[in-house]
């Protein structure tokens, strides 16, 4: 039996109903089921939905929590929690209507005092800090009876209800004192145990309001070392594992399918602008001129994947602008520029790559080879997981790193905003007045049609002046046991275990 390939991209546009094509069949719910799902890191920031930063995080906590809205896989914000919301008319006031028989994997029903604790604690006016800067507009959260809430911002956002379906505004239980450890959400998925460095077990959720799970059981196994990601899949210790390279998919056995999508992130080299020689225009324009895009993909992917030139992805259609062309590969040009910026004879310094991910390791290796025609010499340093996110994402202690960003909510704004110069998500100290200023426009403009200019002129000020060493949007390969079926792409950085389901024999 030869490895069949299943396509399903997922074009599925951000801001639009475009349907994601996905490699779905027939399949019955097992109540002894389960399915092993091999990730590459343990889940080590929080387990809390309002303090979890890493998208391989959030990602898994999508299965467990909700909002009082929540995405579909066409992009579209669907009722959660709350069954419907109403704004009004001055577009201040967010009416949320909580749904009947939504309970806790306690079992507690979600109360109106939940909701509202949960919405303050979010938006940090609890005393913590928010990881939704547009959460600071919110004025307060009132109880208007028993089944609706209020959040009353202090300016009308258009953006905000895809703010609210993020899995950082997810609804959690008031007297639960440890989220970041025992995590107690209304999901299709309920948290079990976990074992660090090995895996997080998950059990589905009986009592869901919504359609239920097809597997009961699910296992993520904690794969650190790339190289162990083929030998796990082809043994047969893991069932499932996304994001894998195209090498690695040429090396499943028959017993596997292949489905490719688009990640919806956007891969760079992220440059730490408050370190020298980076602080320097000229110098990251010099570095983005050398660098050969389509030679990466072609190495990297088998020429998959879409290149861009600043921080937005394809999907975003309507606020998306085409600026990979921005610095074609020109060695003279860019020595010319680091000439003028005082390197002449180029000089050294490091990337951080996460060493789990092996398709940033890949694009790493290859940049690293195409800098050296400048004379600069980019040396890799690999680090573990949580060191990358306390150092170089918390501590900003790096010179340069190559990752992925996502969008953590289905907005131009989740990509954009961590470029002002006083975003706490600013980790790569990127500071440009002309961008700060344009930015506070988007709160004054009178019109979504002005917006989107606006948006697409903040994409053209990262591309000016070399913010970044843009690369691509990954080409998102899932290997998935024939076994199962099921596999749905979203245009959101997310797994949903829940549509999973074991054929039919």
């Given at each position: 039996?030869?490895?069949?390939?299943?396509?399903a991209?997922?074009l599925?546009?951000a801001?639009?109903?475009?349907?994601?094509?996905?490699?779905?069949?027939?399949?019955?719910?097992?109540?002894?089921?389960?399915?092993v799902?091999?990730?590459?890191?343990?889940?080590?920031?929080?387990?809390?939905?309002h303090?979890?930063?890493?998208?391989?995080?959030?990602?898994?906590?999508?299965?467990?929590?909700e909002?009082?809205?929540?995405?579909?896989?066409?992009?579209?914000l669907?009722?959660?929690?709350?069954?419907?919301?109403?704004?009004?008319?001055?577009?201040?006031?967010?009416?949320?209507v909580?749904?009947?028989?939504?309970?806790?994997?306690?079992?507690?029903?979600v109360t109106a005092?939940d909701?509202?604790?949960?919405?303050?604690?979010?938006?940090?006016?609890?005393?913590?800090?928010?990881?939704?800067s547009?959460?600071?507009n919110?004025?307060?959260v009132n109880?208007?009876?028993?089944?609706?809430?209020?959040?009353?911002?202090?300016?009308?956002?258009?953006d905000?209800?895809?703010?609210i379906?993020?899995?950082?505004?997810a609804?959690?239980?008031?007297d639960?004192?440890?989220?970041?450890t025992?995590?107690?959400?209304t999901g299709?998925?309920?948290?079990?145990?976990?074992?660090?460095?090995?895996n997080i077990?998950?059990?589905?959720?009986?009592?869901?309001?919504?359609e239920?799970?097809?597997?009961?059981?699910?296992?993520?196994?904690?794969?650190?070392?790339a190289?162990?990601?083929?030998?796990?899949?082809?043994?047969?210790?893991?069932?499932?594992?996304?994001?894998l390279t195209?090498t690695?998919?040429?090396?499943?056995?028959?017993?596997?399918?292949v489905?490719?999508?688009?990640m919806?992130l956007?891969?760079?080299?992220?440059?730490?602008?408050?370190?020298?020689?980076?602080?320097?225009?000229?110098?990251?324009?010099?570095?983005?001129?050398?660098?050969?895009?389509?030679?990466?993909?072609?190495?990297?992917?088998?020429?998959k994947?879409?290149?861009?030139?600043?921080?937005?992805?394809?999907?975003?259609?309507?606020?998306?602008?085409?600026?990979?062309?921005?610095?074609?590969?020109?060695?003279?040009?860019?020595?010319?520029?680091?000439?003028e910026?005082?390197?002449?004879?180029?000089?050294?310094?490091?990337?951080t790559?996460?060493?789990?991910?092996?398709?940033?390791?890949?694009?790493?290796?290859v940049?690293?080879?195409?800098?050296?025609?400048?004379?600069?010499?980019?040396?890799?340093?690999?680090?573990?997981?949580?060191?990358?996110?306390?150092?170089?994402?918390?501590?900003?202690?790096?010179?340069?790193?190559?990752?992925g960003?996502?969008?953590?909510s289905?907005?131009?704004?989740?990509?954009?905003?961590?470029?002002?110069t006083?975003?706490?998500?600013?980790?790569?100290?990127?500071?440009?007045?002309?961008?700060?200023?344009?930015?506070a426009?988007?709160?004054?403009?009178g019109s979504?049609?002005?917006?989107?200019?606006?948006?697409?002129?903040?994409?053209?000020?990262l591309?000016?002046?070399?913010a970044?060493?843009?690369?691509?949007?990954?080409a998102e390969?899932?290997?998935?046991?024939?076994?199962?079926?099921?596999?749905?792409?979203?245009?959101l950085?997310?797994?949903?275990?829940?549509?999973l389901?074991?054929?039919?024999?």
């Amino acid at each position: 039996m030869s490895k069949k390939k299943i396509i399903a991209f997922a074009l599925c546009a951000a801001m639009t109903a475009t349907t994601a094509l996905t490699a779905c069949s027939g399949g019955k719910s097992d109540a002894s089921s389960k399915i092993v799902v091999g990730i590459p890191q343990d889940l080590e920031d929080s387990l809390d939905p309002h303090e979890a930063v890493a998208a391989g995080t959030k990602e898994i906590l999508f299965n467990i929590y909700e909002g009082l809205l929540k995405p579909d896989e066409t992009g579209e914000l669907i009722p959660a929690v709350a069954k419907e919301y109403s704004v009004s008319d001055d577009g201040l006031t967010y009416s949320f209507v909580l749904r009947d028989g939504v309970k806790f994997h306690n079992g507690k029903p979600v109360t109106a005092e939940d909701v509202k604790y949960s919405i303050e604690k979010s938006a940090g006016m609890t005393g913590g800090q928010s990881l939704i800067s547009a959460f600071s507009n919110i004025k307060e959260v009132n109880i208007k009876d028993d089944t609706t809430v209020d959040i009353v911002l202090n300016e009308a956002d258009i953006d905000f209800p895809a703010y609210i379906a993020t899995t950082t505004a997810a609804i959690i239980p008031k007297d639960n004192d440890k989220p970041a450890t025992e995590p107690v959400g209304t999901g299709p998925y309920m948290f079990v145990s976990r074992s660090p460095q090995e895996n997080i077990e998950l059990k589905k959720f009986n009592d869901y309001w919504g359609e239920p799970a097809n597997i009961e059981n699910v296992t993520l196994k904690i794969i650190p070392n790339a190289d162990s990601i083929v030998m796990n899949l082809n043994g047969g210790a893991v069932d499932m594992f996304a994001r894998l390279t195209s090498t690695q998919t040429q090396q499943l056995s028959d017993n596997f399918n292949v489905l490719e999508g688009e990640m919806n992130l956007v891969q760079a080299v992220y440059l730490n602008h408050a370190v020298e020689p980076f602080d320097n225009v000229d110098v990251c324009r010099a570095l983005s001129y050398a660098v050969d895009v389509d030679n990466i993909l072609e190495l990297t992917s088998d020429g998959k994947g879409f290149p861009v030139g600043s921080s937005m992805f394809p999907a975003f259609k309507k606020y998306y602008v085409d600026l990979s062309n921005t610095y074609p590969t020109d060695i003279d040009k860019a020595k010319e520029l680091l000439a003028e910026a005082g390197y002449p004879d180029g000089f050294t310094f490091s990337i951080t790559v996460p060493s789990n991910y092996q398709p940033h390791v890949e694009a790493a290796q290859v940049v690293s080879e195409q800098l050296k025609k400048i004379g600069v010499n980019a040396e890799i340093k690999l680090v573990e997981w949580n060191t990358w996110l306390s150092d170089v994402y918390s501590g900003r202690q790096f010179e340069a790193t190559l990752i992925g960003v996502d969008a953590s909510s289905l907005t131009a704004t989740a990509m954009l905003d961590r470029f002002r110069t006083d975003a706490d998500n600013n980790f790569t100290n990127y500071s440009n007045k002309d961008y700060d200023d344009l930015y506070a426009k988007l709160y004054t403009a009178g019109s979504e049609d002005e917006r989107v200019e606006i948006y697409k002129e903040l994409q053209k000020n990262l591309a000016d002046n070399a913010a970044n060493i843009y690369i691509q949007d990954m080409a998102e390969f899932v290997a998935l046991s024939d076994k199962y079926d099921g596999y749905v792409f979203y245009p959101l950085y997310v797994q949903d275990f829940a549509k999973l389901k074991i054929k039919e024999q």
